[in-house]
């Protein structure tokens, strides 16, 4: 049923949305008055969702604030009443029209969310051993709600295990993504701050499961592009490949690189980077497919490759380019489908803290690409020390990445 009251945004008059509506709004401030950024930051969100109430916020903080973190954190509660408030510090940080780098600002999702069974959790940095033991202590200190959608997670970069905890969420909830990023305000140790409620950490990892009424479409945006052919590892160890279809790697990479053409050899400036197929049909591979690691280094001698990664035998993999134009053209090419559905509703971005100016060579790279295919969606994100998303039903921490989620309603 339709509410009554009217309100009033810009010079339009519009009906107040549905008591049962998922709502999203976006918001963003810059300078340092904490009491004046709070008050902007909560008059945005009160007048894109018609003063609902808030559900689930998520505040990221440029670097400017680290000390003061549990003072926007109080600050925000007290303005906004959210069920849970999420966040952390970061390098920069990305506003619905703008990413805003080297420059004090704050910006902040808020969504109205009924229907919606929310269940916040924080990871210990000190019992990790303990936590991810078993499965039941896992779970334990995970508490979601039952039949979860996904889990929005934010980590300290220096103290949480990332690939063992996202092996436990492959593990144990099969299937469903962990989506976020690794805290990126500082470069040492302690020097982050995650945000959950009214505690604020400075080690470990904090996040919110999401399950009940919404849908959700998740994008993993690796930026490269794959050339030459598929090769099927049969000798390698560790993070070490041997052999490629019985060969060294190296003469068969020296080989492709050859047929490149002009264009492609100068983009090898920016490294060469190597893709695992991942939960695919290694017939038809593409985009999308691959998991993008590293190439690290080679042995002149015995031909091997060093990757980023550890790799088994019998695993495919292709090497991959990557440069700005490709970073665009992939994002572009993974948001294009989503066209073809009601627009979403809202979302999260969580981009490498190598994207950014330090890709691109204009401002705003990715979220004018965004805003550009699904045209003024409610965002707020953070440039990431590590971008975590799923490639093939599972979940993996990335570099140089733009992961994201994006919200619809439904049941």
């Known amino acids: 049923m339709w509410r009554g009251r009217l309100t009033r945004q810009n010079s339009w008059v519009r009906i107040g949305a549905m008591e049962n509506e998922l709502l ?63 966040g952390c510090t970061a390098e920069g940080v990305i506003a619905r029209d703008a990413e805003i780098e080297r420059e004090a600002a704050i910006t902040l999702v808020a969504a109205h969310l ?66 976020g990023g690794m805290a990126s305000g500082s470069a040492r140790a302690k020097g982050n701050s995650l945000l959950l409620n009214e505690r604020v950490f400075i080690e470990g990892a904090v996040g919110v499961a999401l399950a009940g009424a919404f849908d959700l479409d998740v994008i993993v945006s690796q930026g490269c592009r794959p050339i030459g052919r598929a090769y099927t ?16 790697p190296l003469p068969q990479i020296q080989n492709m690189i050859e047929q490149l053409s002009p264009a492609d050899r100068a983009l090898l400036n920016n490294g060469l980077f190597v893709g695992r197929a991942i939960g695919a049909d290694k017939s038809a591979l593409g985009r999308g497919d691959f998991l993008v690691r590293g190439l690290m280094g080679v042995d002149h001698a015995s031909g091997a490759i ?43 971005l969580f981009s490498c803290n190598g994207r950014g100016t330090r890709m691109y060579n204009h ?32 979940n993996f921490l990335h570099g140089h990445t733009a992961s994201m989620v994006l919200f619809r309603p439904g049941q």
């Open 24 to 86: 999203f709004a976006s918001a963003s401030a810059r300078g340092r008055d904490i009491a004046e950024l709070t008050r902007a930051l909560s008059e945005q969100i009160f007048d894109q969702l018609a003063h609902h109430p808030v559900d689930l916020a998520l505040a990221f903080l440029s670097p400017h604030f680290a000390r003061a973190a549990v003072f926007i954190a109080d600050g925000l509660r007290d303005a906004l009443h959210p069920r849970v408030l999420l």
């Open 233 to 248: 590892v049969t000798e390698a160890r560790e993070n070490v490949i041997f052999k490629l279809g019985g060969e060294p």
């Open 363 to 394: 401002p705003d790279g990715d979220v004018s690409t965004i805003q550009k295919i699904l045209g003024g969606i409610s965002l707020a994100g953070f440039f990431c020390a590590g971008e975590i998303g799923p490639i093939g039903g599972k």
């Open 306 to 348: 060093a990757v980023g990664d550890h790799i088994r035998a019998g695993e495919t993999i292709q090497f991959h380019l990557r440069d700005a134009t490709t970073a665009e053209e992939d994002l572009e090419m993974m948001l294009t489908p989503q066209t073809f559905f009601e627009p979403p509703i809202g979302a999260l």
């Open 114 to 179: 009924p229907g919606v069974n929310l269940a916040p959790f924080a990871f210990d940095a000190e019992h990790w051993d303990t936590i991810l033991g078993s499965r039941l202590r896992f779970e334990e200190t995970l508490i979601a709600p039952r039949d979860p959608k996904i889990f929005l997670m934010l980590a300290d970069p220096f103290s949480t295990p990332t690939d063992r905890v996202l092996d436990a969420f492959n593990a144990h909830y099969a299937g469903i993504p962990v989506i």
